[in-house]
């Protein structure tokens, strides 16, 4: 399984970037699907995450300013990000958790990471 992530890029702060990921290769189910980020000098965190059932959970900082969204049928998870701020640069890194057989347990599974840099 391969996850190909998008969208990153240079923006001024109050603009939009919209990040798509894309997985490829043997699918069974698809579980949780999340983005994560990382800025230079600090551990990677939870920006977003969608469970199967729908349930979603955001980081208190980005909370009002972004929306995740799933597309199971094309294997595909979106981070819409609004009213960027400085403090939003960081690499971001999509996550799925996915079962690759039926009756074997779910495995998660990390794409390459997109550049999100906001000026301010």
């Known amino acids: 399984v391969q996850l190909q992530a998008s969208g990153g890029g240079l923006v001024q702060a109050g603009g939009s970037l919209r990040l798509s990921c894309a997985a490829s290769?043997?699918?069974?189910?698809?579980?949780?699907m999340g983005w994560y980020r990382q800025a230079p000098g600090k551990q990677r965190e939870l920006v977003a995450s969608?469970?199967?059932?729908?349930?979603?959970n955001y980081a208190d900082s980005v909370k009002g300013r972004v929306t995740i969204s799933r597309d199971n049928a094309k294997k595909m998870v979106y981070l819409q990000m609004n009213s960027l701020e400085p403090e939003d640069t960081a690499i971001y890194y999509c996550?799925?958790?996915?079962?690759?057989?039926?009756?074997?347990?779910?495995?998660?599974?990390w794409g390459q990471g997109t550049q999100v840099t906001v000026s301010s």
């Open positions: 996550n799925m958790v996915v079962s690759t057989e039926l009756g074997k347990g779910p495995i998660g599974y």
């Open positions: 290769g043997t699918i069974f189910g698809i579980y949780a």
């Open positions: 969608i469970a199967s059932g729908g349930s979603i």
